[in-house]
């Protein structure tokens, strides 16, 4: 019998100071210690928006999310799909950057309430089974314009 697992998606602000250089040295570290921790996931942005996507079990998780919602880095996190599960979506990827016009009209639509985070986490994982790894020039002005 498999032990069930959490899977939780938020949206927060993108802090002001943030680079692309920050950006990477995030997803670095989110690499390096969600391995540790057996947690999978993917990072997505929006205009000024971050989405996460974390799961693992409960404990790994909700100890993450903890320290991620004090980070400096962003603001106004607002978990917006907390679910349990017994399988993972996001199984080959630590944490991912991942950056496609679809995410980002679906983040800003979920944080103003016209879609539901599911649906984000759903089409999350549909770029997921396609593996993408993108670091497009653009994002830089992608992740900072408001
Ligand atoms: C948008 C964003 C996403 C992050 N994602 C993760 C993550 O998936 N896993 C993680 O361990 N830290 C993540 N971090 C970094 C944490 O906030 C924190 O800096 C890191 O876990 C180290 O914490 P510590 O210095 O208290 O050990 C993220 C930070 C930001 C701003």
Do not use: C
Not at 63 to 73: A, G, S, V, Y
Not at 106 to 119: F, I, M, N, P, Q
Request: proline content about 3%; hydrophobic content about 40%; cysteine-free.
């Amino acid at each position: 019998m498999s032990s069930l697992l959490r899977r939780l998606l938020y949206i927060s602000r993108i802090g002001e100071e943030v680079t692309d250089t920050s950006l990477r040295r995030i997803v670095a570290s989110a690499q390096m210690n969600n391995r540790r921790n057996d947690i999978s996931g993917v990072l997505a942005l929006a205009p000024g928006l971050f989405a996460q996507v974390l799961e693992g079990s409960p404990d790994a998780v909700g100890q993450t999310l903890q320290r991620i919602r004090k980070d400096p880095r962003h603001d106004d996190l607002l978990v917006v799909d907390d679910t349990t599960t017994e399988h993972r979506f996001f199984d080959r990827w630590s944490m991912e950057l991942l950056v496609d016009d679809i995410s980002a009209e679906l983040t800003v639509a979920v944080r103003d309430g016209l879609r539901e985070g599911h649906e984000l986490v759903a089409h999350l994982r549909d770029q997921h089974a396609k593996d993408p790894v993108w670091w497009p020039s653009a994002m830089k002005t992608l992740a900072l314009s408001a």
